[in-house]
């Protein structure tokens, strides 16, 4: 069964100190791997798509980084304004257009 | 603005009503989605739409019924309604690009039953 597992489930971070949060999945085969900031009372806000071990994507203090297995998102001197929750998602080969999404990491940044 | 707008975006309800949520997206995507996230925040299909025919249906009850009268809009309507109903609904809409897939998500409508 697809499956997609995100650790830790919360984070704590001064502001300016950097850590990385994980995502690990089993799938079939990846058609691709997607990294989503939710803020309170909103939906999933895009970041990245990921769709072969290797890639790696950069956006402002955020860099996602994939392999055969799991999926780290780094982020790098963080302010309060990156605190909210951030979801992985995978979207299986052959599994039409569905995304599974994992559990969430909220992520805490105090100044 | 282009974007997936839901409404509702607050909707309480008595146990065994019936009601019903709206979503439009006007990025001309061909494929529309209902997810819902639960009280621990965990995001699932319901449903998936490409171009009006129904492509997923995850096993969900039959009270929920969704409904796509042109690929711009994808209504879900819900019969009965359960205590365990209670949960935020997302609607989004997804189109393959050069890019890859982008997925565009609405901002919710937040279910409450009593």
């Known amino acids: 069964e697809d499956q997609v597992t995100q650790s830790p489930e919360a984070l704590r971070l001064q502001e300016g100190e950097s850590s990385s949060l994980n995502c690990s999945y089993t799938?079939?085969?990846?058609?691709?791997l997607f990294w989503y900031r939710q803020d309170p009372g909103k939906g999933p806000e895009f970041l990245f798509t990921l769709y072969s071990a290797g890639e790696e994507k950069e956006k402002e203090r955020l860099k996602a980084t994939l392999t055969k297995k799991e999926s780290f998102l780094h982020i790098t001197a963080p302010k309060p304004e990156d605190s909210a929750t951030y979801l992985c998602a995978v979207q299986a080969t052959g599994n039409t257009d569905k995304l599974i999404f994992g559990t969430g990491t909220r992520l805490q940044v105090f100044p | 603005d282009t974007a997936v707008s839901q409404t509702p975006k607050y909707l309480v309800t008595q146990m065994g009503n019936d009601k019903s949520i709206k979503c439009e997206q006007n990025?001309?995507?061909?494929?529309m989605y209902w997810y819902k996230q639960d009280s621990k925040k965990f995001l699932k299909i319901m449903f998936s739409y490409n171009n009006k025919e129904l492509i997923i249906n995850e096993t969900v009850p039959n009270r929920f019924s969704p409904k796509s009268p042109d690929k711009a809009h994808l209504n879900l309507h819900i019969n009965s309604l359960e205590l365990g109903d209670s949960a935020v609904y997302f609607c989004a809409s997804s189109q393959f690009d050069r890019r890859g897939y982008g997925y565009t998500f609405g901002s919710g409508t937040r279910l409450t039953v009593v």
């Open positions: 990025l001309g995507h061909d494929t």
């Open positions: 799938v079939s085969g990846l058609r691709g």
